[in-house]
Structure formats: structure tokens, C-alpha cells
Nanobody
């Protein structure tokens, strides 16, 4: 199992970014996928989750209405569209799935700053 994130970067407050995660080595469409983030000095927190079929999603209260999780099962990819970004969204963002154990990508840095 391998998860590879991309799409992070530096953005001004109010801006947008789209994170991508490519998945390898498991039956992608059969598994829920998650985005987590970890800010400096803080614990890793769940940001968004999506079920295998893509029809059920859930979000942390801090990002509801601003972030959208989606997936493309044909391409084995999951996405996180982040709009109206705030400095508090600054963190390393990780793609995650559970397949007998937790698997994590390497993370992608998102920095929101003017």
C-alpha cells in the first residue's frame, strides 16, 4: 500500500488549494479515505473523510463549508479542495486509509500566510 500526496504550497489568506492523493496497492474503491492534518506543536487531526463509493462525506467543524473531499475511483485518487483558507489551516496534510492497519502518505505542507 502506498499513498502519495501532492498539491501543497504557500497561499495567502482567502486563497484556495487542491490537494491530491494517489493510491497504490489495494482495492481503492472498497476503502474509505481520509485527510488529516498536523500543525506544529499540535496533534494530528481528522479533516475530512469519504466512503468507498464517494457518496458519503464528513468534515471537521473547523473546515465545514470551506473544504470539499472527493475521489475518482477509476484513477485511484482522492482530493481535498480547500477554499477560503485561513492561517489556522497551516499544517502538513496527510492522506490516510485503513487496510488491516493505518497507512499514511508522506504529507504535503500547506502554509497560509500573507
Amino acid at each position: 500500500v502506498q499513498l502519495v500526496e501532492s498539491g501543497g504550497g504557500l497561499v495567502q489568506p482567502g486563497g484556495s488549494l487542491r490537494l491530491s492523493c494517489a493510491a497504490f496497492g489495494f482495492d481503492f474503491s472498497a476503502h474509505d479515505m481520509n485527510w488529516y492534518r498536523q500543525a506544529p506543536g499540535k496533534e494530528r487531526e481528522l479533516v475530512a473523510e469519504i466512503n468507498g463509493g464517494g457518496g458519503i462525506t464528513d468534515y471537521a467543524n473547523a473546515v465545514k463549508g470551506r473544504f470539499t473531499i472527493s475521489r475518482d475511483n477509476a484513477k485511484k485518487m482522492v482530493f481535498l479542495q480547500m477554499n477560503s483558507l485561513k492561517p489556522d489551516d497551516t499544517a502538513v496534510y496527510y492522506c490516510n486509509t485503513y487496510y488491516f492497519t493505518d497507512y499514511w502518505g508522506q504529507g504535503t505542507q500547506v502554509t497560509v500566510s500573507s
